[in-house]
């Protein structure tokens, strides 16, 4: 069965899977068959640990590469130029201030694939975005969908 899902992605993150999967062909995969070349090399495949090692890496290798292109493929990449300000999209640059705690956040949404917390990068899946996407900066919502409901206000979008 495929699956027709689209794969929401800003231009970073499609240039980013484009340079991942470039890599994954060019030096990666080369290296991997060095591997094997090497290990094949040393006689006996039945019991060539290295040789075994080597096919694994392989598979894990060819994987990731129709994982990456498969995502390529499905791509939709969000077109940051028909942004209009003030709205919250994927791709916004959004600051919310949590009226519990009264500090502020500032965050990117961005797809799924992308979302990486430590970046302040946070899916449009999350409880946050979804609760967010489609207001405007002086709006005021409750996210739900998360263990203790909190009220933010959104005080900027860019």
């Known amino acids: 069965m495929i699956d027709k899902t689209e794969i929401i992605l800003t231009a970073e993150g499609l240039e980013d899977l484009k340079k991942e999967l470039d890599h994954l062909i060019n030096v990666t995969r080369k290296d991997v068959i060095k591997e ?45 130029s028909k942004k209009s300000v003030g709205d919250v999209k994927i791709g916004s640059l959004v600051t919310v201030k949590n009226l519990k705690t009264n500090k502020e956040l500032e965050f990117k949404i961005v797809g799924a694939i992308e979302a990486d ?3 302040n990068m946070i899916s449009n899946e999350s409880p946050l975005a979804k609760s967010i996407l489609g207001l405007s900066i002086g709006d005021t919502v409750e996210v739900r969908e998360v263990r203790e409901p909190y009220k933010i206000t959104i005080k900027a979008v860019k």
């Open 36 to 80: 094997l070349v090497e290990a094949r090399a040393q006689g006996d495949l039945s019991e060539n640990a290295d040789y075994d090692a080597a096919r694994n890496r392989q598979a894990e290798v060819e994987a990731r590469i129709k994982e990456v292109e498969n995502m390529i493929s499905k791509a939709k990449v969000i077109d940051s």
């Open 117 to 119: 917390p430590f970046k």
